[in-house]
């Protein structure tokens, strides 16, 4: 599979995982912090923006999880 097809899926999965409330945000944050190398920049600020607007609306459905990727990202 192509880096950008990765990247892709990437993104396609975090935005599923968002707002679930089973174990798909920490198993796609988990993957995201182990590959984020392959995200491109936009790609990044993106799924910052998200889960800002995201966690700004709820504290539930891993809050915590999706709050502590966006630090993680926002250093790298």
């Given at each position: 599979m ?50 800002d ?13 999706w ?10």
């Amino acid at each position: 599979m192509k880096q950008q097809d990765q990247a892709l899926c990437l993104l396609l999965a975090f935005r599923y995982a968002l707002g679930r409330d089973t174990t798909a945000p920490y198993d796609v944050s988990s993957i995201i912090k182990n590959n984020y190398k392959i995200l491109e920049n936009w790609a990044i600020d993106q799924i910052i923006r998200d889960i800002d607007q995201h966690t700004s609306v709820t504290t539930g459905c891993n809050a915590d999880i999706w709050s502590d990727l966006a630090e993680f990202l926002k250093k790298q």
